[in-house]
């Protein structure tokens, strides 16, 4: 997706992530979990790893889970992306 579709959304992460000290990676997870899946959050290394975790230190509220959802749109495509 270009960029300029994807701010909307990841300004809304940087500043939910900035209201509960996280990264925008940790607010993406807890996002996911919020909408009743459980997600395979990839590191490569161990402050991946670390940012990754923070995701259970928070719970989004209602309102941030609209919010989130209302910027966010359904891809047309999939694909295994290998690292």
């Known amino acids: 997706m270009p960029m300029e579709q994807l701010e909307p959304l990841l300004e809304t992460m940087r500043g939910i992530g900035k209201k509960y000290d996280v990264p925008v990676s940790a607010v993406a997870l807890n996002w996911v979990i919020s909408k009743g899946a459980i ?15 923070k995701a259970l230190t928070f719970t989004l509220t209602a309102e941030e889970v609209e919010e989130l959802s209302s910027k966010s749109f359904a891809g047309k495509t999939s694909f295994w992306q290998h690292g």
Do not use: D, I, S, T
């Open 39 to 53: 997600p395979l959050g990839g590191a490569k290394n161990r402050q991946q790893a670390e940012q990754n975790a």
